[in-house]
């Protein structure tokens, strides 16, 4: 049973509190510590110290009256103090997702046992990469809420009292999370605010740090610009305000608030699938929930490279042309037609597949994908870890309507970034005790057979990795690496461009009214997903896509992990080549103007000369059908 700050049954619940064991616990420890199953948070000493006490006494009072103890023996307890400190080692590293994770799996493998044993674990993430996560996660999803305005105070005391000591147990039932600070406001100016933070602790909030909180009124919309301090706030509101850094790096106070929306981050080694990073939410403490593997979400246009990827494997080539027109799909009268559109509302006639990759034409990846056949592309996706039963068989899978997590993203993209072959996450590096390695990793290992032995010990003993097995071939990763640089290069993804990097590629992606908002990315040596969105499915509302919600956390996380990493873009395999096509047709062209560039194909996959397709499309000379891999395309006429 929980019991509060990552102590489980009453035996971790008194080393944690009291550094006692259960027989040396005073009574008013016992009945503390017998107080907290009920509300591990609310009643919990640490951070509850008066709601705790109170919750004690009652368990006092219920044990004399049920004769276990005295009442005199409950009176001299009740009077006790509340003693209770957290007895634990210094958390070094901020990864309570992840080291929820290893828990769950450590007491799966060795029950009660794992408490007590001395059992070290050893885990994959890197401390440089997880400080960044956390910290480029937190500040996307605080950008997001404050770009949707104030939503109020959290409490309001109508009469404040005149007393530090009062209003230190006014602000004690309400916890900071993270480093939003809880505050009473005790005055107001025309446009500055007076604050107690408690223990005699008062600060100063100017305009500058206020002048954000326009009333938020729905998720498109926001109030009107405040003028005064008056606009937002009065005294006695119950707030949180949060030390910032202007762009000059200058400190200051700002009014804060909890963010409503939740988010997840997770990176890891495409080549063993070792996740380097993973943060499941704002904050632990606030909800244990991990979105990072329990979030099952629709990717939206995140899941189009798979789609994409498996129009390459039909035939079709990177300059195969599709038209951006209007789809109808009417299945049992007009109370059930589906008309789905672009973002942009336009259409664009006939596409090159690299472009309507590029800028994520969500009416070319329906035709592309009635035009191979559902069937082909669910089966095409278990390639990348997914379960074909557990996708949509419809064409709006090709907007990823199916429903993923971020790690199973994060998995999938590993996919194009090491070459092609499929990883399995993982994160306990080694389990230990007194000094003896119980288990260590044995990770599945990208490309292994190019390079099978790895020295882990002494030269002369050299071990074979286990070889991930090859889903993808090289051709089809290559050219998929290829489009999806482009999105970064000159698509939805150009904001990544700050990074100042030739080997990154990735995806964006929203789902159907901006409920969800993603950017996946990768090189050779990491992938790192983001997701945002509310848990209770709500809109993020306009203009809050992919690109503008996610991908400012994956820049700034990136920025970080890539320190270390040098710029590699992958070699293109000797089995492609390149040839000089037409821009607008698709068609091979042997002279250079202005709209022409080269593209990349399997060899006897390129397109005709436009002068030879012209010919072909003569009724009086050729009636033979096109191939997929052809440019002209059956959809043009539609």
């Not at 943060?279 to 979030?295: E, L, P």
């Not at 032995?453 to 002494?458: I, K, N, S």
């Not at 002279?591 to 060899?603: A, S, Y």
Request: hydrophobic residues 35%; glycine residues 8%; aromatic residues 8%.
């Amino acid at each position: 049973i929980y019991l509060g700050h990552r102590s489980y049954g009453i035996k971790a619940a008194a080393q944690v509190y009291y550094g006692k064991s259960l027989d040396e616990l005073t009574l008013a420890e016992t009945a503390m510590i017998a107080g907290l199953p009920k509300a591990p948070s609310n009643y919990n000493p640490i951070t509850n110290p008066e709601r705790a006490r109170q919750r004690r006494n009652y368990v006092l009072q219920r044990m004399a009256a049920l004769g276990y103890i005295s009442k005199t023996e409950a009176a001299q307890a009740s009077g006790k103090p509340v003693t209770a400190v957290l007895h634990r080692a210094k958390v070094e590293l901020e990864a309570p997702y992840l080291a929820e994770m290893v828990r769950e799996q450590i007491v799966k493998q060795y029950g009660a046992e794992a408490y007590t044993s001395g059992i070290n674990v050893y885990t994959t993430i890197t401390s440089k990469l997880q400080v960044a996560a956390n910290r480029g996660l937190r500040k996307a999803l605080e950008d997001y809420d404050r770009r949707h305005g104030w939503r109020g105070p959290e409490k309001h005391f109508e009469t404040l009292p005149e007393n530090d000591d009062a209003l230190d147990r006014l602000l004690a039932e309400t916890r900071p999370v993270h480093k939003l600070l809880p505050a009473i406001v005790t005055d107001l100016e025309k446009q500055n605010a007076t604050v107690y933070l408690g223990k005699g602790k008062t600060l100063k909030i100017d305009w500058k740090g206020l002048s954000w909180a326009r009333p938020y009124k729905d998720d498109s919309h926001r109030g009107a610009k405040p003028k005064t301090t008056a606009d937002i706030l009065a005294i006695g509101d119950l707030v949180r305000v949060q030390e910032s850094q202007d762009e000059d790096g200058n400190s200051y106070w700002r009014l804060a608030q909890i963010p409503a929306v939740s988010g997840a981050l997770v990176s890891l080694n495409p080549e063993n699938g070792a996740i380097n990073a993973l943060v499941g939410g704002y904050d632990f403490y606030s909800s244990k929930f991990n979105r990072a593997i329990q979030a099952k979400r629709q990717p939206g246009s995140g899941f189009k490279p798979i789609i994409y990827s498996a129009a390459l494997e039909a035939g079709y080539t990177a300059a195969s042309i599709i038209n951006d027109a209007p789809v109808v799909m009417e299945s049992n009268g007009d109370d059930d037609t589906w008309r789905p559109e672009n973002y942009s509302g336009k259409f664009y006639g006939p596409t090159r597949l690299r472009w309507a990759l590029t800028k994520s034409r969500n009416l070319v990846s329906i035709r592309l994908l009635r035009a191979m056949g559902i069937s082909h592309a669910v089966e095409h996706a278990r390639r990348f870890g997914f379960n074909p039963n557990k996708l949509p068989h419809s064409l709006s899978l090709a907007l990823g309507s199916g429903e993923v997590t971020p790690l199973q993203m994060a998995r999938a993209y590993a996919v194009l970034a090491n070459g092609g072959y499929l990883i399995e996450p993982w994160f306990i590096q080694r389990i230990e005790r007194n000094g003896e390695a119980l288990v260590e990793a044995d990770p599945l290992v990208a490309d292994c057979e190019q390079d099978t032995l790895e020295e882990r010990h002494q030269p002369t003993e050299p071990v074979l990795c286990r070889a991930a097995p090859r889903t993808l071939s090289a051709e089809n990763r290559y050219i998929m690496y290829s489009m999806m640089q482009d999105v970064i290069d000159r698509g939805t993804a150009v904001r990544a461009r700050v990074l100042k990097r030739s080997d990154l590629a990735g995806k964006t992606g929203t789902t159907n009214e901006q409920r969800d908002a993603w950017f996946t990315g990768y090189n050779q040596r990491i992938v790192t997903t983001v997701w945002t969105g509310f848990d209770d499915n709500s809109k993020l509302g306009k203009g809050e896509v992919g690109g503008r919600v996610a991908l400012p956390a994956w820049i700034a996380f990136m920025k970080v992990a890539l320190e270390d990493i040098p710029e590699d873009p992958p070699a293109m395999p000797s089995s492609l080549v390149t040839v000089r096509i037409d821009k607008n047709t698709g068609l091979q062209v042997s002279g250079n103007t202005g709209d022409t560039l080269f593209e990349i194909f399997r060899p006897g996959n390129e397109p005709p000369f436009s002068d030879e397709a012209e010919a072909s499309l003569d009724p009086a000379t050729n009636d033979t059908k096109e191939s997929p891999g052809s440019s002209v395309r059956p959809d043009d006429l539609f």
